[in-house]
């Protein structure tokens, strides 16, 4: 919501009238709650995280995101919410699975699948 003080209220009023008082222009992507994020844009966001980062830089960052969201999506979708997305959808550190470095390690091996097989009879 945007934030007026009584005095920007009375001056908006004087000069534009009532009608520009009771209908306060917004920014197209201002109001988070009525902007829905379809499965869909889920899928083409998520492609686009995953996909080579841009040309000089490391990584994509939300940024990057919200500006190719912006030609590849039909609705603009701020960088807030694709992080929101981001965050609840991509989560390779929550994956369940273990690895084994290189080398001779079969009695590592021996142990870890003993403890695993404690930890799935509980």
């Keep these: 919501m945007i934030k007026l003080t009584v005095s920007k209220v009375v001056r908006m009023f004087i000069q534009k009238g009532l009608e520009a008082v009771l209908t306060l222009k917004r920014n197209e992507v201002s109001n988070h709650t009525r902007q829905k994020i ?3 844009d ?18 994509w960052s939300l940024r990057f995101i919200e500006k190719e969201a912006k030609a590849i999506l039909e609705h603009a979708i701020k ?15 929550k994956d369940e699975y273990w690895a084994i470095s290189k080398g001779d390690n079969t009695k590592f091996v021996a142990y870890m699948r003993d403890a695993l097989d404690v930890y799935q009879r509980s």
């Design 38 to 40: 379809t499965d869909e």
């Design 42 to 59: 889920d899928v083409k966001l998520i492609q686009l995280a995953l996909s080579d980062s841009p040309e000089g830089y490391a990584r």
């Design 79 to 93: 960088k807030d919410a694709i992080g929101r997305l981001l965050k609840n959808q991509l989560r390779p550190q």
